[in-house]
């Protein structure tokens, strides 16, 4: 492990796009290969899980399985702790939704409009970079942006104490996806 890595240099095929262009039948066959093996050994899904990626990461863990191939998605717990908290700009929006919503509060993206914009439809927080007159489309972009946000913990200001809270999807109502702000359990 390096504590740098963005800066390595010394790899081992140092230009992975054109490698990856060059050998690209090889590649497709040796993961049609893993998929049959796989196919030929049951289809034995993963136990591993991953919040909206279910299907995936239980196809996915048990094609590797199946191969021998170890330690699929073992560094998660480690990556998602080193990008535990989130840039500021996005604290500062996600601030004044927890001061209006409350930590177990459900709400819709429409809920969230009506408090990151301004009565006549104008963005209140810029970094959210929403540049739509029409606000149907305001809400959808929005939702999307919500979305990024899902499972990310943030420092905010909960009853004037300074509190990490996770943001998170509250299933859907009238076919509208619901959020929701959630204190994470003491470690």
Not at 54 to 70: C, N, R
Not at 127 to 136: G, P, Q, V
Request: proline residues 4%; aromatic residues 8%.
């Amino acid at each position: 492990h390096r504590p740098d890595p963005e800066n390595r240099a010394d790899f081992v095929v140092p230009d992975l796009r054109n490698w990856i262009v060059e050998n690209r039948s090889k590649l497709v066959w040796s993961c049609l290969v893993l998929v049959q093996n796989w196919i030929a050994k049951g289809r034995k899904r993963s136990e591993i899980h991953l919040a909206s990626y279910e299907d995936f990461a239980a196809v996915m863990g048990g094609i590797l399985d199946a191969a021998g191939i170890e330690g699929f998605l073992a560094n998660l717990a480690a990556f998602r702790a080193s990008a535990k908290i989130e840039a500021s700009d996005d604290s500062e929006f996600m601030q004044a939704l927890v001061k209006q919503k409350a930590p177990g509060d459900d709400f819709s993206t429409d809920d969230a409009h009506g408090i990151l914009f301004d009565p006549v439809g104008r963005l209140l927080f810029p970094t959210l970079n929403i540049k739509e007159d029409d606000k149907a489309a305001q809400v959808r972009i929005l939702g999307m942006r919500l979305g990024n946000h899902v499972g990310r913990v943030f420092k905010l200001t909960v009853n004037k104490k300074e509190t990490e809270v996770r943001f998170e999807r509250a299933g859907k109502k009238d076919h509208s996806t619901r959020w929701r702000f959630v204190v994470p359990p003491a470690a």
